[in-house]
T-cell receptor, first 117, second 111 residues
Framework: GAVVSQHPSRVICKSGTSVKIECRSL??????MFWYRQFPKQSLMLMAT?????????EQGVEKDKFLINHASLTLSTLTVTSAHPEDSSFYIC?????????????FGPGTRLTVT | GEDVEQSLFLSVREGDSSVINCTYT??????LYWYKQEPGAGLQLLTY?????DMKQDQRLTVLLNKKDKHLSLRIADTQTGDSAIYFC???????????FGKGTMLLVSP
């Protein structure tokens, strides 16, 4: 149980275009989802916390107008990278709280590799 | 802000035990987690421990927590080549839903 999927797994886009990444909890409802960014050989950097039905909470230094987050349902959150630039190339990972195991576990999606050319 | 530190690299031979260490600074940590990340993949939750526990064992995995020293360790018994991956330690503070991650320890298991 507690499976989180992401789509697409890999995307290459041209500079200036927008890219949408989906994060779904497949077998549980997640009131809270998280979006992370990971650079090569580095740890995960939390970008924002996404709550169903309300505005996302962005971490300091993350541009909310560039990284649009929508949490439209209890099983789906989307991250849209607007007007992408090469420096936005990264591995984007989402996670969701299952809230069922007693440990407040976060389950992670498989990640989306974004390359902006 | 809160900080989580891990050694960056560990190399062991197949069949040996691996011990990955982690230290953290948040004295209000409620849960501490170990995640595994294989190349190009997301994070897989391996195990977690509540802050009032000293030890938790789950098959080949043993987690030890020294709350006084804010030290967490993950022991993998009978390490296999398939255990080669990056292991992240993470902590969750009281009242927060977000996790603070260490930089990850790359475990390399040689035959």
């Amino acid at each position: 149980g507690a499976v989180v999927s992401q789509h697409p797994s890999r995307v290459i886009c041209k500079s200036g275009t927008s890219v949408k990444i989906e994060c779904r909890s497949l077998d549980f409802q997640a009131t809270t989802m998280f979006w992370y960014r990971q650079f090569p050989k580095q740890s995960l950097m939390l970008m924002a916390t996404s709550n169903e039905g309300s505005k996302a909470t962005y971490e300091q230094g993350v541009e909310k107008d560039k990284f649009l987050i929508n949490h439209a349902s209890l099983t789906l959150s989307t991250l849209t990278v607007t007007s992408a630039h090469p420096e936005d190339s990264s591995f984007y990972i989402c996670s969701a709280n299952s809230g069922t195991g007693g440990g407040d576990e976060q389950y992670f999606g498989p990640g989306t590799r974004l390359t902006v050319t | 802000g809160e900080d989580v530190e891990q050694s960056l690299f560990l190399s062991v031979r197949e069949g040996d035990s691996s011990v990955i260490n982690c230290t953290y600074t948040d004295s209000s940590s409620t849960y501490l987690y170990w995640y595994k990340q294989e190349p190009g993949a997301g994070l897989q939750l391996l195990t977690y421990i509540f802050s009032n526990m000293d030890m938790k064992q789950d098959q080949r995995l043993t987690v030890l927590l020294n709350k006084k020293d804010k030290h967490l360790s993950l022991r993998i018994a009978d390490t296999q080549t398939g255990d080669s991956a990056i292991y992240f330690c993470a902590e969750k503070g009281s009242g927060y839903s977000t996790l603070t991650f260490g930089k990850g320890t790359m475990l390399l298991v040689s035959p």
